[in-house]
């Protein structure tokens, strides 16, 4: 399966984002998808997982409350709406694609296809 993140841009603190990642295939309910961050100098963090229905998510603490991530599987499409978006969201974004399709995957190692990454910037 081929990734296509967009959706990211530069916001002030407090507004609000929603990233995209179409997906290429034609078993798009067969994966789970993950958004994953990375911070200048740091190492790539997980932010959220979705199950292959859509039924089941889990987040990051650092963005639960704030980030929802959705899918729709007829678009082949998921999202991650951030909402409340602070300084420290600054990043670039991957999804990726997982065959663990529960909603339990926080792993890099878990993922099998990624995307090529949209940057969030957020100003103080």
């Known amino acids: 399966v081929q990734l296509q993140a967009s959706g990211g841009g530069l916001v002030q603190a407090g507004g609000s984002l929603r990233l995209s990642c179409a997906a290429s295939g034609r078993t798009f309910s067969s994966y789970g998808f993950g958004w994953f961050r990375q911070a200048p100098g740091k190492e790539r963090e997980f932010v959220a997982v979705?199950?292959?229905?859509?039924?089941?998510?889990n987040y990051a603490d650092s963005v639960k409350g704030r980030f929802t991530m959705f899918r729709d599987n007829a678009k082949k499409t998921v999202y991650l709406q951030m909402n409340s978006l602070k300084p420290g969201d600054t990043a670039v974004y991957f999804c990726?694609?997982?065959?663990?399709?529960?909603?339990?995957?926080?792993?890099?190692?878990?993922?099998?296809?990624w995307g090529q990454g949209t940057l969030v910037t957020v100003s103080s």
């Open positions: 990726a694609a997982t065959y663990r399709t529960s909603g339990y995957a926080s792993e890099i190692g878990q993922y099998k296809y």
């Open positions: 979705i199950s292959g229905s859509g039924g089941s998510t």
